[in-house]
């Protein structure tokens, strides 16, 4: 089971003066072979570490399994307290593994099939907190505390509130049993309290930045809590890693459509829109939109220039956003590739009746949903064809760990290669560092005072404002 990648109308032969002239891979044959070279000989180095995960000895997953396994029995809930990279890559697997109204079902189901019920916490809105604190039974409910620093404020904001109220339930000896850490080994405050309050600890590679470590600790550790086969994860990682490190550019996904990519963005579409056409594949759109603007929006390549470049990321949903979307991408500029994830076999279907006491709606009877869905899918690549649209259609036979690994890998090398064409640093991320030193400023951190005076300097409002 591999995926398929179909990007005929990415190409000017198919859709006209909008696609991309297929001499674009000979004249540019230099440049891919730069690209190819720098991403391949970084592979498990420095920032590149993310790379060679999926070629692990999968036996020392075993201990983590086994971990995970008791508290799956033990837990009511289980909850990923987590920002970006610690959330986004968890949330898309398990909605694409997990059933998607599994916090709905009764508790009697959810004994039956040994699971928590799983909640990942991205934000520190203190209502939704305080709804989750209402909903959950402390008692019986565990955490994971993911942050790759040990200091993201967010994430430690969230521990602090919760581990105190889980002492003041339990007890400290019992709490402490109910935190897991997955942080950087020997640094941090996360990593620091880890060890001073006794909480189960799993190490995150140096070289593995937050939107590249769903395949490492960060994920697989709630991946095992809830029963997910990680070992089939990271096969189809490690397969579909093969397929990014081939030489030959049409026989290498990552590297073809990062090619694609790039060119596009020089024909002014800096737009890239991610479509599902699959609820279960919905939050990759999320994962996908962190990995490619974070790695690629970047002020200035290697040597220093400003270049200020990166495709704006967006996300979409088939068949809903055709409704609310489609219209804008069918007829609007021609600055965006539309990028299909489609499912050719899903894992349960629906069958319209035909029923005789309706007379009407004939066309749909006897057909199944999955067949409507991708129909509508067809339908939608097809009016952007005629338009003149660029769009490409990446296809999974069907969703299940290992093609779910595959996908991941995929966006990781399709943004690897992409940030290499473009001769930039796409693993650091200096924009969002300058917020984080901001925040630490105004929360009163030792050694931010000139900071903070600066940001007081700059947030002070000019006379610009209305409704004072």
Known sequence: MTLEFDYNNMMADIIGEHGIDEKVFESGKDEIAKAYKKVIDGCGKGWQEWADIPYSDYSIY???????????????????????GSALGPIAVVQALLNMRLNELPQSALKAACLPKIYIEDNIDPERMNELIELIDLKTTYFNVITKSGETSETLSQML?????????????????????????GKGTLYNLAQKEGFKTYGIGLGIGGRFSVLSNVGLVPFAVMGIDIKGLLKGAKDMSEDCKVADIFKNPGLLTAYLQYQAAKKGANVSVMMPYADSLKYMSDFYCQIWAESLGKAVDLEGNFVHVGQTPVKSLGVTDQHSQVQLYTEGPFDKIITFLAVKKFRKDVLIPKDDDIDACDFLKGHTMGELLNHERVATEYALKKAGRMNFTITLPEVNEYTVGQLLAYYMFETAYTGALLNIDTFNQPGVEEGKKATFAMLGRTGYEAKLAEVNASVKKAKYTIGK
């Open 161 to 185: 509130v919760l581990y105190d109220l889980m002492k003041k339930a339990v007890g400290k000896e019992e709490a402490k049993k109910h935190f897991i850490a997955t942080t950087t080994i």
């Open 62 to 84: 075993d201990e983590m399994i086994a971990y995970m396994s008791d508290i799956r029995k033990k837990a009511s809930a289980f909850v990923v307290l987590g920002i970006g």
